[in-house]
């Protein structure tokens, strides 16, 4: 099965969300009044990683639109820890009763390989509600490195071969594997610090005690804009809006390279179909809304959208995908 890209699931996403609406609408009439009071109580978002990051500030957007459509609070719960298994576990083992939601980012699909016993499986004990939106990496070099594009930057870190030192969010997080990738497909040796979270690795960056790394595009606009960062390429296969001026690493020489932090929904396994289509629902409702496109936009954050089924087809393919990229980089978190 091929699988939509991610420029397919945006220009799908009116067409997705008409369809769903109509599927709501037309629903059998026995399921419709079982699920009618639904919800008729808050609902618990959990983000597995902790506040301010890059995944809470595009989930609190969602969060905060998807109440107000459903006429329920929507509260977030950070439980950052373990590269975002212990939040999925919790949910995992929630009542499927909708009332519990999991935020989940890529780390979903790389936590099978990067750890030899998990508690919770991913494709049997929670269900996909949509993948909702994708961060898109930027490569970013402390100021003082005498590069200014990605081909001196490669030239540079050849001609220096372990002296330079790269950061990441944590060992086998989507930053610390994106950068793995690069490196490995240019044939660069560069050190690599592993810290909990972007934050710290973002300051360490701009104080110069790293000299790169490959971080959201939402964690360093800021550092970007005030010059404390120089961003040389963007890791989508288009330029971003909020800096059209930068290149991607496609373009700069690495054809067809593309990562990025996608972001998504899940619920627990056995959440009953009528909730799930609801919550799908009301997600691409908010996806589409100007406001929530205007605040997602200013972060670097991009809309997607997909049907259920989608995304189970794209979490399938993003586990074989990753699996194997992990085993090159020999990181195993037990």
Not at 58 to 71: D, T, Y
Not at 237 to 264: H, L
Not at 305 to 316: F, I, Q, R, V, W
Request: proline share 8%; charged share 15%; aromatic share 6%.
């Amino acid at each position: 099965m091929k699988l939509p890209s991610f420029g397919q699931f945006r220009s799908r996403l009116m067409q997705t969300f008409a369809v769903t609406a109509l599927g709501v609408t037309v629903l059998a009439v026995p399921a419709a009044q079982a699920q009618s009071a639904y919800p008729s109580k808050p609902i618990t978002m959990v983000i597995p990683f902790p506040p301010g990051g890059p995944t809470d500030l595009v989930a609190r957007v969602l969060a905060q639109k998807m109440g107000e459509q459903m006429g329920q609070q929507i509260i977030v719960d950070n439980r950052g820890g373990a590269n975002g298994n212990i939040g999925s576990a919790l949910v995992a083992k929630a009542p499927a009763d909708g009332y519990t939601v999991l935020y989940n980012t890529s780390s979903i699909v790389l936590s099978p390989a990067l750890y030899k016993s998990l508690s919770y499986d991913v494709q049997r004990d929670l269900a996909p509600v949509a993948l909702t939106a994708t961060v898109p990496l930027a490569l970013v070099v402390n100021p003082s490195l005498p590069v200014n594009t990605m081909k001196e930057f490669i030239d540079y870190a050849k001609a220096n071969p372990g002296k330079l030192s790269y950061g990441s969010a944590g060992s086998g997080n989507i930053t610390h594997l994106g950068a793995f990738q690069f490196l490995q497909a240019n044939g660069i040796e560069a050190v690599h610090v592993p810290y909990k979270g972007s934050a710290p690795a973002d300051a360490d960056l701009v104080g110069g005690q790293i000299q790169f790394m490959t971080d959201t595009i939402n964690s360093v606009a800021s550092f970007v804009r005030d010059k404390r960062m120089r961003l040389l390429a963007v890791t989508t296969p288009k330029r971003i809006a909020i800096f059209p001026d930068v290149p991607t690493v496609a373009e700069s020489g690495m054809p067809g390279f593309e990562v990025s932090a996608w972001q998504g929904l899940m619920v627990p396994a056995k959440t009953p179909e009528p909730i799930i289509k609801r919550l799908n629902s009301e997600l691409m409702k908010a996806l589409q809304s100007p406001d929530v496109q205007k605040k997602l936009g200013a972060q670097g954050a991009i809309a997607i959208g997909s049907t259920p089924d989608e995304y189970s087809a794209y979490l399938k393919a993003e586990l074989a995908r990753w699996s194997k990229i992990v085993k090159q980089t020999g990181v195993s978190l037990d």
